[in-house]
Nanobody, 115 residues
Framework: QVQLVESGGGLVQAGGSLRLSCAAS????????MGWYSQAQGKQRELVAT???????GYADSVKGRFTISRDNARNTVYLEMNSLKPEDTAVYYC?????????WGQGTQVTVSS
């Protein structure tokens, strides 16, 4: 089992930056895939970025060149560096982990970008 706790959300002006953190309750060395989803109010949850155990990453087209996902196995933490934020990035951001055929979710952290 994996428990995930996100942090780092908040209110920022357009063009600003935030760094989200996702701390896992166990070693992430053997967690195949971790990543981030976002869910804007009234919309479905959407995939933002993924990173696998070898460090390969993937991004939604809407965030390519602006967001960077990384993982620190020593700290059991995955990060999402968010730059050049836009009002349309406003959402609750959820960390997830695929481990042993199950998907685990964090509680989410709110990101609000003002224009």
């Amino acid at each position: 089992q994996v428990q995930l706790v996100e942090s780092g959300g908040g209110l920022v002006q357009a063009g600003g930056s935030l760094r989200l953190s996702c701390a896992a309750s166990r070693s992430i060395n053997n967690i195949n895939i971790m990543g981030w989803y976002s869910q804007a109010q009234g919309k479905q949850r959407e995939l933002v970025a993924t990173i696998n155990s070898e460090g390969s990453t993937g991004y939604a087209d809407s965030v390519k060149g602006r967001f960077t996902i990384s993982r620190d196995n020593a700290r059991n933490t995955v990060y999402l560096e968010m730059n050049s934020l836009k009002p349309e990035d406003t959402a609750v951001y959820y960390c997830y982990a695929n481990f042993r055929f199950l998907t685990y979710w964090g509680q989410g952290t709110q990101v609000t970008v003002s224009s």
